[in-house]
């Protein structure tokens, strides 16, 4: 089964534009997760859906950031206007509910942002 | 909120020796599970190893096992006959059993092997 696919892997763009990053999950999981990682902060969970749900956003840094899941295989996280600071690698995730063994968090390879 | 602490945040081996990194955890729950997952250069991030609060046994892969206290909410990771390869950041993970639960992360411990 393919894991989770994450897109673009690398991004460079300028301050003020729009990015938009693009996920899809394991095929059959019920939750899917955004993080993002910087040396500064760690991994930090921006939003996380269960059932194309969004469930618990307190991390979403500010209004710049929109996350959306308008299926079960696709989710996007948006930033708009993108400043230097939101210059980070940013992972999406997916899981079963976690009970017996469907408990595990499965990680894309991340897409690397860079706003200059 | 369940917090995850990892206190090494460096450690080093000798390659073809044993290291072990340490994690530690809050939590009221009896059912959770807890994970270390490594993260190489690439970035990307991979499931070392799963332990489920109810197993008394500790989990084992290969040559990584993990000594689980829970009564201390330890949760250390061994690595034994350490390679090249391993070098990388650790994290360890926290997840609540049940629906709705996200996934608590440590800050992590960057392993370095030594030649």
């Known amino acids: 089964d393919a894991g989770v696919i994450q897109s673009p892997r690398h991004e460079v763009t300028e301050m003020g534009q729009e990015v938009t990053l693009r996920c899809k999950p394991i095929s059959g999981h019920d939750y899917l997760f955004w993080y993002r990682q910087t040396m500064m902060r760690g991994l930090e969970l921006l939003i996380y859906?269960?059932?194309?749900?969004?469930?618990?956003d307190s991390g979403m840094p500010e209004d710049r950031f929109s996350a959306k899941m308008p299926n079960a295989s696709f989710s996007t996280l948006k930033i708009q206007p993108s400043e230097p600071r939101d210059s980070a690698v940013y992972f999406c995730a997916s899981s079963l509910v976690p009970t017996g063994t469907g408990n595990t968090i499965y990680f894309g390879e991340g897409s690397w942002l860079t706003v200059v | 909120a369940q917090t995850v602490t990892q206190s090494q945040p460096e450690m080093s081996v000798q390659e073809a020796e044993t290291v072990t990194l340490s994690c530690t955890y809050d939590t009221s729950e009896s059912d959770y599970y807890l994970f270390w997952y490594k993260q190489p250069p690439s970035r990307q991030m991979i499931l070392v190893i799963r332990q489920e609060a109810y197993k008394q046994q500790n989990a084992t892969e290969n040559r990584f096992s993990v000594n689980f206290q829970k009564a201390a909410k330890s949760f250390s990771l061994k690595i034994s006959d350490s390679q090249l390869g391993d070098a990388a950041m650790y994290f360890c993970?926290?997840?609540?059993?049940?629906?709705?639960?996200?996934?608590?992360f440590g800050t992590g411990t960057s392993l370095t092997v030594i030649p």
């Open positions: 993970a926290y997840r609540r059993g049940g629906t709705g639960n996200q996934f608590y």
């Open positions: 859906f269960n059932n194309n749900v969004p469930i618990d």
